[in-house]
């Protein structure tokens, strides 16, 4: 399995940018995906989550700023991200897993993971 995030940047506050997540070796429509970021001193923190039945979860932090979407014509996750903020600053990590997740925020379930895509924000 090959997870591999793509559109990070720097940006102003205000602005927007959307990441990407490629997915493959995966039965993709039937798996369970999110985004998590991290930034330096800080714990990895859940963003969004969505499941096999496009059900999206958002940590308080990102509702109504972050969308999570995914193709799955084209295994690829997608996080749309308006309004940042200079705490949005991160790495941002696509995770993914074939199998159920009891906590979509958490990391814990899943298996599979990309390498991260660096967003800054500037203030």
């Known amino acids: 399995v090959q997870v591999m995030e793509s559109g990070g940047g720097l940006v102003q506050a205000g602005g927007s940018l959307r990441l990407s997540c490629t997915v493959s070796?995966?039965?993709?429509?039937?798996?369970?995906l999110s985004w998590f970021r991290q930034s330096p001193g800080k714990e990895r923190e859940g963003v969004a989550a969505?499941?096999?039945?496009?059900?999206?979860t958002y940590a308080d932090s990102v509702k109504g700023r972050f969308t999570i979407s995914k193709d799955n014509a084209e295994t690829t996750l997608y996080l749309q991200m308006n309004s940042l903020k200079a705490e949005d600053t991160a790495m941002y990590y696509c995770?993914?897993?074939?199998?159920?997740?009891?906590?979509?925020?958490?990391?814990?379930?899943?298996?599979?993971w990309g390498q991260g895509t660096q967003v800054t924000v500037s203030s």
């Open positions: 995770a993914a897993t074939g199998t159920v997740v009891a906590w979509p925020l958490e990391g814990r379930d899943y298996h599979y």
């Open positions: 070796g995966l039965n993709f429509e039937n798996s369970h």
């Open positions: 969505i499941d096999n039945h496009s059900s999206p």
